[in-house]
């Protein structure tokens, strides 16, 4: 049965830090491009940063390049999402998702395979 659990979620004033992770099981997370997507109420799922199956490369969305950043660990089956410098409007549900491709990961959510079911982040100001 494949799974993402994420995790990591919770409430931090703006200028905080937070750090998501996505548990896989189910499948090897080693043959996918990852990304992390969020939503906030009333608003629809947007890209934030995706990595490539090994690591080799990563693409943010404007919004966050330079405070966000996307990792994995092909081993432990798990895909991070460092974010510093957080702002309310940073404030939504954030999903992992995996794409099967060697190639570089896509803002496109149709084109991702699996999704988890989100973590709630909100920042205060």
């Known amino acids: 049965q494949v799974q993402l659990e994420e995790s990591g979620g919770g409430l931090v004033q703006a200028g905080g830090s937070l750090r998501l992770s996505c548990a896989c099981s189910?499948?090897?997370?080693?043959?996918?491009?990852a990304g992390w997507f969020r939503q906030a109420a009333g608003k629809e799922r947007e890209f934030v940063a995706g990595i490539t199956w090994n690591g080799g490369g990563t693409v943010y969305a404007d919004s966050v390049k330079g405070r966000f950043t996307i990792s994995r660990d092909n081993a432990k089956n798990t895909v991070y999402l460092q974010m510093n410098s957080l702002k309310p409007e940073d404030t939504a549900v954030y999903y992992c998702?995996?794409?099967?491709?060697?190639?570089?990961?896509?803002?496109?959510?149709?084109?991702?395979?699996?999704w988890g079911h989100g973590t709630q982040v909100t920042v205060s100001s």
């Open positions: 189910g499948f090897s997370i080693s043959y996918y491009a």
């Open positions: 998702a995996a794409d099967f491709t060697r190639g570089p990961p896509t803002g496109s959510p149709d084109k991702y395979d699996y």
